[in-house]
T-cell receptor
């Protein structure tokens, strides 16, 4: 059972570089989301999607872009990386769009120099 | 604006003791309150959840107590074990809507 798979696990970028964090789930979940985790700040929602072709902003969307062309994949793009984007990023999915269990990936640790 | 406030930030409990983590929320539209457990290097995983139509929910050694009038809820871990050492997040969402707001987390250490 793969569940939610995130790649890469670790990445170091220089300021201004762009990159994409990949997220894939094999559970046919409708809902997918991206969170960032920072010390003392918990998990903050960046972007989310309630189905293929539908995305919306969360609490901290600036500097990030997403798309959802398939049910399985929900990549997160950093357009021009900044040191403030140094964080651990988690992708999460759930079966429906209503309240229920979120299934998380193991995270991607990003450092921006 | 912190919609879900969690305390304490860290907690040390002896093996066999009771661990208590508290959360308070502001948005009265919240109607689903899960707790997630996270081990180092892993993603959070659902531990237990409650809806506001009940005041308490118990699953094994883990109990959620919910006080709707005070807009507070708490996690109690009975007979705490070293294997319970992890970071715990309370959370809330509303309206059958999956945008979950998390607390800031509590790092629990259970010492032998």
């Amino acid at each position: 059972n793969a569940g939610v798979t995130q790649t890469p696990k670790f990445q170091v970028l220089k300021t201004g570089q762009s990159m994409t964090l990949q997220c894939a789930q094999d559970m046919n979940h409708e809902y997918m989301s991206w969170y960032r985790q920072d010390p003392g700040m918990g998990l903050r929602l960046i972007h989310y999607s309630v189905g293929a072709g539908i995305t919306d902003q969360g609490e901290v969307p600036n500097g990030y872009n997403v798309s959802r062309s398939t049910t399985e994949d929900f990549p997160l793009r950093l357009l021009s990386a900044a040191p403030s984007q140094t964080s651990v990023y988690f992708c999460a999915s759930s079966l429906g769009t209503g309240a229920g269990e979120l299934f998380f990936g193991e995270g991607s640790r990003l450092t921006v120099l | 604006q912190q919609q879900v406030k969690q305390s304490p930030q860290s907690l040390i409990v002896q093996k066999g003791g009771i661990s208590i983590i508290n959360c308070a929320y502001e948005n009265t539209a919240f109607d689903y309150f899960p707790w997630y457990q996270q081990f180092p290097g892993k993603g959070p995983a659902l531990l237990i959840a409650i809806r506001p139509d009940v005041s308490e929910k118990k699953e094994g050694r883990f109990t959620i107590s919910f006080n709707k009038s005070a807009k507070q809820f708490s996690l109690h871990i009975m007979d705490s074990q070293p294997g319970d050492s992890a970071t715990y997040f309370c959370a809330a969402s509303h309206g059958g809507y999956q945008k979950v707001t998390f607390g800031t987390g509590t790092k629990l250490q259970v010492i032998p």
